[in-house]
Protein backbone atom coordinates (compact mmCIF):
# COMPACT_ATOMS: atom_id res chain seq x y z
CA UNK A 1 0.00 0.00 0.00
CA UNK A 2 1.45 3.54 -1.13
CA UNK A 3 2.23 6.01 1.08
CA UNK A 4 -0.33 8.66 -0.78
CA UNK A 5 -3.22 5.95 -0.02
CA UNK A 6 -2.56 5.56 3.51
CA UNK A 7 -2.55 9.56 3.79
CA UNK A 8 -5.92 9.41 2.16
CA UNK A 9 -7.57 6.98 4.09
CA UNK A 10 -6.41 8.92 7.57
CA UNK A 11 -7.54 12.02 6.47
CA UNK A 12 -10.98 10.73 4.95
CA UNK A 13 -11.37 8.75 8.81
CA UNK A 14 -9.74 11.43 10.29
CA UNK A 15 -11.99 14.32 9.26
CA UNK A 16 -15.48 11.74 9.62
CA UNK A 17 -14.46 11.38 13.08
CA UNK A 18 -13.70 15.32 14.08
CA UNK A 19 -17.17 15.98 12.23
CA UNK A 20 -19.23 13.20 13.91
CA UNK A 21 -17.75 13.49 17.85
CA UNK A 22 -16.94 17.29 17.78
CA UNK A 23 -20.12 18.34 19.60
CA UNK A 24 -19.16 15.59 22.45
CA UNK A 25 -15.67 17.25 23.77
CA UNK A 26 -18.09 20.83 25.63
CA UNK A 27 -18.03 20.45 28.91
CA UNK A 28 -21.33 18.88 30.17
CA UNK A 29 -22.62 17.99 26.91
CA UNK A 30 -25.31 15.79 26.74
CA UNK A 31 -27.94 14.63 23.82
CA UNK A 32 -31.06 12.97 23.02
CA UNK A 33 -31.17 9.22 23.82
CA UNK A 34 -30.65 6.97 21.41
CA UNK A 35 -34.68 5.38 20.37
CA UNK A 36 -35.44 2.45 18.33
CA UNK A 37 -35.23 2.81 14.43
CA UNK A 38 -32.31 5.46 14.88
CA UNK A 39 -29.04 4.85 12.72
CA UNK A 40 -25.45 5.24 13.87
CA UNK A 41 -22.27 5.54 10.43
CA UNK A 42 -19.40 4.91 12.46
CA UNK A 43 -15.78 3.78 11.94
CA UNK A 44 -12.05 3.72 13.06
CA UNK A 45 -8.62 3.58 11.90
CA UNK A 46 -4.99 2.87 13.44
CA UNK A 47 -1.12 3.49 12.09
CA UNK A 48 1.12 1.94 14.11
CA UNK A 49 5.02 2.20 12.62
CA UNK A 50 7.39 0.19 13.98
CA UNK A 51 11.58 -0.63 13.79
CA UNK A 52 12.29 -3.79 15.20
CA UNK A 53 16.64 -3.41 16.33
CA UNK A 54 16.02 -7.48 16.82
CA UNK A 55 15.85 -8.56 13.15
CA UNK A 56 16.19 -5.23 11.28
CA UNK A 57 12.61 -5.35 10.52
CA UNK A 58 9.99 -2.35 10.20
CA UNK A 59 6.73 -3.14 10.16
CA UNK A 60 3.92 -0.80 9.56
CA UNK A 61 0.43 -1.60 9.78
CA UNK A 62 -2.59 0.55 8.68
CA UNK A 63 -6.31 -0.76 10.16
CA UNK A 64 -9.70 0.73 8.98
CA UNK A 65 -12.96 -0.20 9.71
CA UNK A 66 -16.50 1.25 9.14
CA UNK A 67 -19.52 0.32 10.89
CA UNK A 68 -23.23 1.02 10.33
CA UNK A 69 -25.74 0.07 13.32
CA UNK A 70 -29.68 0.79 13.77
CA UNK A 71 -31.00 1.18 17.74
CA UNK A 72 -34.03 -1.58 18.69
CA UNK A 73 -34.45 0.09 21.65
CA UNK A 74 -32.31 3.24 23.98
CA UNK A 75 -29.87 0.99 24.87
CA UNK A 76 -29.36 -2.09 22.00
CA UNK A 77 -28.17 -1.55 18.46
CA UNK A 78 -27.46 -4.36 15.99
CA UNK A 79 -25.15 -4.18 13.04
CA UNK A 80 -22.23 -4.64 10.49
CA UNK A 81 -18.67 -3.79 10.72
CA UNK A 82 -16.59 -3.85 7.59
CA UNK A 83 -12.61 -4.18 8.24
CA UNK A 84 -9.24 -3.70 6.68
CA UNK A 85 -5.39 -4.45 7.78
CA UNK A 86 -2.32 -4.15 5.97
CA UNK A 87 0.85 -5.17 7.21
CA UNK A 88 4.13 -4.10 5.96
CA UNK A 89 6.93 -6.52 7.22
CA UNK A 90 10.07 -6.20 5.66
CA UNK A 91 9.15 -7.09 2.24
CA UNK A 92 6.31 -9.30 3.18
CA UNK A 93 2.86 -7.89 3.21
CA UNK A 94 -0.50 -9.01 4.50
CA UNK A 95 -3.75 -8.08 3.60
CA UNK A 96 -7.27 -9.01 5.75
CA UNK A 97 -10.45 -8.40 5.06
CA UNK A 98 -13.45 -8.61 7.50
CA UNK A 99 -17.08 -8.94 7.69
CA UNK A 100 -18.95 -8.64 11.34
CA UNK A 101 -22.23 -8.62 12.40
CA UNK A 102 -22.43 -7.20 15.75
CA UNK A 103 -24.34 -6.23 18.90
CA UNK A 104 -23.49 -3.39 21.14
CA UNK A 105 -25.00 -2.61 24.72
CA UNK A 106 -25.19 1.09 25.29
CA UNK A 107 -24.72 1.68 29.45
CA UNK A 108 -25.67 5.37 29.05
CA UNK A 109 -27.44 6.16 25.88
CA UNK A 110 -27.77 10.34 26.90
CA UNK A 111 -24.13 11.27 27.76
CA UNK A 112 -21.37 13.06 26.04
CA UNK A 113 -19.71 10.01 26.81
CA UNK A 114 -21.27 6.59 25.36
CA UNK A 115 -19.67 3.28 26.81
CA UNK A 116 -20.86 0.13 25.84
CA UNK A 117 -20.43 -3.58 25.56
CA UNK A 118 -20.12 -5.09 22.11
CA UNK A 119 -20.39 -8.88 21.00
CA UNK A 120 -19.56 -9.87 17.25
CA UNK A 121 -19.44 -13.13 15.09
CA UNK A 122 -18.19 -12.27 11.68
CA UNK A 123 -15.82 -14.00 8.92
CA UNK A 124 -12.15 -12.63 7.86
CA UNK A 125 -9.97 -13.07 4.65
CA UNK A 126 -5.91 -13.11 5.27
CA UNK A 127 -3.79 -12.56 1.59
CA UNK A 128 -0.53 -13.08 1.91
CA UNK A 129 0.24 -13.21 -1.76
CA UNK A 130 1.20 -16.38 -1.85
CA UNK A 131 -1.29 -17.72 0.90
CA UNK A 132 -5.25 -17.05 0.64
CA UNK A 133 -7.05 -18.35 4.04
CA UNK A 134 -10.48 -17.84 5.09
CA UNK A 135 -12.04 -18.60 8.39
CA UNK A 136 -14.15 -17.26 11.43
CA UNK A 137 -14.16 -14.22 14.06
Same mark, same amino acid.
Given at each position: MTG $? #? &?S???TGVLLLGASSCSS? *? $?SGATGPAFKAGDYRLGGGAGLNVQSSDFNGTD? %? #?LAANFDLGRFYSEHLELGVRFGFTSVDAGTAETDTLST? &??GRWYVDSRSATRP *???IGLGTSNVD #???V %???GFL
Open positions: $K #T &ILLLM *W $KT %D #TL &IL *WFE #TGT %DVS
